[in-house]
DNA sequence: TTGTAGGCGTTATCAG
DNA sequence: CTGATAACGCCTACAA
C-alpha cells in the first residue's frame, strides 16, 4: 500500500538519500560499488522515483513538448512519428500532448512549461492567433508547424513550417483548370473557420480568377456545423451528397483535404456516376490513403518527412542559441492520380 | 524571468496562501468577496499553479490514464475519441499517453500512478503478457481493452474488454469457404508476433479445418520483418505483391486488418487483376476507410462504440467499488462489402 | 473565515 | 566520494 520512496531505498542500502539520487541520475561523483548495490536494491524493490518530485525540484530537463490538435488527422500521425525520432535523436524527451478543439493551446502550453520545465515546444495544426504577449510568456523556444495563420508574418518569437496553402491549392485548382474544367465545385470546412480551410479557399479563387471562370458561390460547399472543422470522411461524403442532389452543374471538385476527396468519391459512386469519367475529384495533403485509394486521388503532396525534420531541426537551432526564429515555407507537389481527368464535353465513356 | 507562485498572489492579494488555493480549489470555506479578488489577480497575472507541486502534494486525484500501444491504428482512434467523451462526462481528466512498441506498458503505468495519483488505468492494444503479481504492485483498477492475450483467462487482479479474435475471424474466413472459396490466403503480422495475429490465424485455421479445406502454408503470409506489427497499408500492399509474384494460386484473401486489405486491392489493381472478380479480399475491424473504399471492403466490424463505452464502464464499476473486475467478450459483425463475392471457376467477365 | 507551519519526494548545495 | 539539509510549489491540518 505504502509507496516506496528514495529514502526507504538509502536505509536499505545504508546510504544516503542524495548518494541514491548520484546513483540513479549517473553523477559522476559516485563509487562504482556503492552505486551499483544501490541500483540493484532500486530494481529488486521495483522502486521507481516520483516525476512529480523530480519535476519540481530539477532545475532543467531535457523535454520537448509536442501539441497537436486533431491527433485523428493522418496527416499529423504522421508528422508525429518523424518527429518522434528526430527528438529522441537529439536525446530528449517527446512529451506528446492531444489539444481538443475548443482547448487552448498557449494555456496547455503555459501549463507544461511550469510542470515539466520544458526546452521547447512544437505546435501542430491549428491556428495562430495569439498575442506576442502571450507567447513570450512561454519563456521557450517555439515552432509552429502547419498551423495555419492569417498574416503569414511570424513575429520573431517563434519559428514557422508549412506549406503556403494558397499558393498549393492555387495550383490544384490551376491544374484542374487548364485540364479544361470550367465549373469547378470546392469542399471546405465551415465558414467561421479562419485556419486553413480558409486559405486554401483563397487560392481556390485566385485559380479560377486567372483563369477568367467567374466564381460561383453556389459551388462552395461549407461543412454545416458551426466549429465543425473535421477532416473527415464522412464529412466528405455528406458534402458531396448534397451537392450532388443539388443538381447544380459541375465537372470537378477540389476538395480541401484528402478525406473530404474520398468521402466524396463514395456519394459520387453511390450515386451511379463515376470516378473520373462523370467527375474528376481532387484532394490535398498527399496522405497514404490517396495513393491506395482506387482510383487514386489526384492530391497535393506536402512534403511530410522534410516539414517534420525541420520543425526539429528549427527548434534545437534555437534552443542551441545557434539561429534565431525562422519563417520556413515548404513547396507542395502536384500528385496526378486516377481521379482526375481533363475535361471532355461529349462525355466518353471509354476513357484510356 | 522569474515564476509566479502562489505565494506571489497570496503577498499581491494580502492574503495568506491557503486562501489563494481555497480560493482556485473551489473550497467552501472563503468569502466570495476575498475569493472574487483572488480569482481575478489571479487571472490578471495569469498565473498558473504548478502541476507537480500539485500531484505531490495531493493524496487523490481525478486522473484516468490511457496507455495505447499504436497510436496510429485508426481502429483505436476511434476508441479513444468515445472513451476521451465517457471519461469526461464521469468528470474525470483524461491522462492520453502513447506507449512505443518496445515500451512495457505497465512501466509506464507505474510511473504515472506515482506521478499523478491515478484512479484507473485503461490499457488499449498491445499484447497483455504481464504477470499478476507486476499488476497488483499498480494497485488502482485496471481494464485492458481490444488487448491480446493467448490464454483467455484474466486474473481477478484486472477487467478485460474484446472481440473473440479466434472466433471472429474464424467467422470470416468461414463466409470465404461459404462463397465458395477453396484456396484462400492471409496477410498477417510477422511470426513472433503473439498478439492479435496470431490469434486470427487461430481462426482462419479452424475455419479451414471445418470446411474440409486443407492448410496450405503458401498461403500464409507473414510479414518479414521481425518485430513488424504495424497495421499499414503499405504492408498489405507489399505482402499482396508478394503473394502474386510467387505464382501461388488462390481465389480469395483474408487480411487480418482492413488496413491491410485496402493495401492488398492496391497491389491487386496493378497487377492488371480486379477486386472482386478476379480475386476476393476481405479485412478486419471495420474501420470508416473500409466502407468508404471503392469497392467497399468486406470486413467483420468490431463494435467500436460499445467496447469503449463498456470500457470506461468497467472501470468506474471497480473505482466505484460496486463491482468486480469483469470479463467482456463482444461479438462482431461481419459486413459484407463490395470486395468480396461467391467463387467462380468459369471467371466470369461480368458480374450482375 | 483566515493565516501559519509542516511535509509531499526529489535534487542541489555544502560541509565533511 | 558521501550525507545532512534546504529548497522546489502546493495543499492541509491546526490554530487563531
Chains 1, 2 share one sequence.
Not at 536505509?11 to 541514491?20: L, Q
Not at 485540364?179 to 465545385?185: N, S, T, Y
Not at 451537392?243 to 466524396?264: C, R
Not at 522534410?306 to 534565431?324: C, D, H, Q, Y
Request: proline content about 3%; overall charge negative.
Amino acid at each position: 500500500m505504502e509507496m516506496i520512496t528514495i529514502k526507504d531505498i538509502a536505509k536499505m542500502c545504508g546510504a544516503g538519500v542524495s548518494t541514491v539520487s548520484r546513483a540513479m541520475n549517473n553523477h559522476p561523483d559516485i563509487n562504482e560499488e556503492t552505486k551499483t548495490k544501490i541500483l540493484n536494491t532500486i530494481k529488486e524493490y521495483n522502486y521507481i522515483p516520483n516525476n512529480s518530485a523530480r519535476n519540481l525540484k530539477r532545475t532543467e530537463s531535457r523535454a520537448i513538448a509536442l501539441l497537436v490538435k486533431g491527433i485523428a488527422n493522418p496527416f499529423f500521425v504522421k508528422m508525429i512519428k518523424i518527429m518522434e525520432e528526430a527528438i529522441e535523436k537529439e536525446r530528449c524527451l517527446l512529451v506528446l500532448r492531444h489539444v481538443d478543439e475548443e482547448e487552448n493551446e498557449v494555456d496547455v502550453a503555459m501549463s507544461l512549461v511550469k510542470e515539466r520545465k520544458l526546452r521547447g515546444i512544437i505546435f501542430l495544426g491549428g491556428y495562430l492567433n495569439h498575442t506576442k504577449e502571450e507567447l513570450l510568456r512561454l519563456q521557450v523556444p517555439l515552432v509552429f508547424s502547419s498551423t495555419s495563420s492569417m498574416d503569414q508574418k511570424p513575429g520573431d518569437c517563434y519559428s514557422y513550417v508549412s506549406v503556403n496553402d494558397v499558393t498549393e491549392s492555387y495550383k490544384m485548382v490551376d491544374y484542374l483548370c487548364k485540364l479544361g474544367h470550367r465549373k469547378i465545385a470546392v469542399l471546405i470546412t465551415n465558414e467561421a473557420d479562419c485556419g486553413i480551410g480558409r486559405l486554401r479557399l483563397q487560392g481556390y479563387e485566385k485559380a479560377l480568377k486567372d483563369n477568367q471562370i467567374e466564381l460561383d458561390q453556389e459551388l462552395i460547399y461549407h461543412m454545416k456545423e458551426i466549429g465543425m472543422t473535421s477532416y473527415t470522411m464522412e464529412n466528405g461524403y455528406e458534402l458531396m451528397n448534397e451537392l450532388l442532389d443539388s443538381g447544380k452543374e459541375f465537372s470537378a471538385v477540389f476538395a480541401i483535404s484528402d478525406t473530404l476527396a474520398i468521402g466524396a468519391c463514395k456519394a459520387i459512386f453511390e450515386h451511379g456516376l463515376r470516378v473520373p469519367e462523370d467527375i474528376s475529384v481532387s484532394g490535398f495533403d498527399g496522405i497514404d490513403m490517396a495513393h491506395y485509394y482506387n482510383p487514386t486521388i489526384t492530391t497535393l503532396r506536402q512534403p511530410v518527412e522534410e516539414m517534420a525534420k525541420e520543425t526539429v531541426n528549427l527548434l534545437f537551432s534555437v534552443i542551441r542559441g545557434k539561429e534565431t526564429h525562422q519563417y520556413k515555407t515548404f513547396e507542395g507537389e502536384l500528385l496526378e492520380g486516377g481521379s482526375t481527368q481533363s475535361y471532355c464535353c461529349c462525355d466518353s465513356d471509354s476513357p484510356s
